[in-house]
């Protein structure tokens, strides 16, 4: 969870705001998927102060899936769900620190309704999500640890980090 939150705090120093760092900790904090987060909204989060929080992910219908590479139970809508039934949606909890700072940045960004409405996935992912993982590298990399241990760690994450994805986070 260190790793994820300094990721996410790297991110919301981006072009795209502070939004951003609430986007990476509902992926990494709260386990949405890509598009289950993308699609949240104020009313979906739960944001006491200084005490846990949570957040509610609704499905959304697949994309683009062609009926011909569906099981004969699967539901084209849908498409195929890995042996889980059709949940219109799930909470999942927030722990209180994280609950804190999304909303504060929500609060800050002064939106009500959908958080990331317009977005620019693929500029997100070139202008926002690449540079601060090449930051936290930069950073990583930076502290050169002395002892063997600890340069195989840093060494590890470096590489963790190149091929890091969004979808990872979960």
């Not at 939150?5 to 795209?16: N, S």
């Not at 949570?54 to 139970?73: M, Y």
């Not at 699967?74 to 722990?95: F, H, Q, T």
Request: proline fraction near 6%; glycine fraction near 10%; aromatic fraction near 6%.
């Amino acid at each position: 969870p260190v790793q994820v939150r300094e990721l996410a705090r790297l991110c919301g120093e981006g072009t795209f705001g502070p939004l951003a760092e609430v986007y990476v900790l509902l992926l990494g904090i709260a386990g949405g998927r890509p598009g289950e987060s993308a699609g949240v909204r104020t009313n979906e989060l739960e944001l006491p102060a200084r005490r846990m929080g949570e957040v509610r992910f609704k499905r959304t219908d697949r994309r683009g899936i062609d009926a011909r590479v569906l099981d004969l139970d699967d539901n084209p809508a849908w498409g195929p769900l890995k042996g889980r039934e059709i949940e219109e949606e799930r909470s999942v909890p927030l722990p209180s620190r994280d609950s804190t700072r999304i909303a504060e940045q929500v609060k800050q960004s002064g939106l009500s309704g959908a958080l990331f409405v317009g977005w620019d996935w693929e500029k997100f992912n070139r202008d926002v999500w690449t540079p601060a993982k090449t930051e936290m590298a930069s950073r990583q990399s930076g502290q050169s640890p002395t002892d063997r241990e600890g340069r195989r760690d840093t060494d590890a994450l470096l590489s963790a980090l190149a091929r890091l994805r969004l979808h990872d986070l979960r």
